[in-house]
């Protein structure tokens, strides 16, 4: 409102809109991989058996959980040192809110992203565990 009436905008907007936005990716890719609903290119995939199907999604989980443990083997390191320093925004704004526990958004997401393409690699790997788990059908 205040933006409205008085042509201003709040302090605090910029950081907060930040935050807001790079919590929701984060989280979201996590959630979005457990739901099956990212984008992937089945114009291949569409044309394999079945056998060559699996085969091609463990590759997948794969790569996914390769750069996922690679994200995470270096935003901890990075996560822990900023709270150990209780770093502030860079931005230089009036607001200057502690960012410390922002850091930590990565490594959580990236945690829940690696469990789930972990599961989803067992399911592949493990047709009928899958099964038994209620994964849901290709």
């Given amino acids: 409102m205040k933006g409205y009436f008085l042509n201003e905008t709040p302090v605090w907007s910029f950081e907060i809109s930040l935050f807001l936005y ?3 990716f984060m989280l979201g890719a996590a ?42 083997w ?7 040192r900023s709270t150990l320093m209780r770093e502030r925004s860079t931005h230089q704004t009036p607001f200057n809110p502690e960012v410390w526990w922002y850091r930590w958004i990565i490594p ?17 790997i493990f047709p009928k565990l899958g099964k038994a788990a209620g994964a ?3």
């Fill in 22 to 24: 790079g919590t929701f």
């Fill in 136 to 138: 849901k059908p290709e």
């Fill in 31 to 72: 959630y979005c991989h457990k739901e099956k609903k990212h984008v992937a290119v089945d114009v291949i995939n569409h044309y394999l058996p079945s056998r060559w199907r699996r085969i091609q999604g463990i590759f997948a989980e794969g790569v996914v959980l390769f750069v996922v443990l690679v994200l995470l």
């Fill in 74 to 80: 270096v935003s901890i390191p990075a996560a822990y």
């Fill in 108 to 124: 959580l997401s990236c945690a829940l992203l690696s469990w789930q393409s972990f599961k989803d690699m067992l399911a592949l």
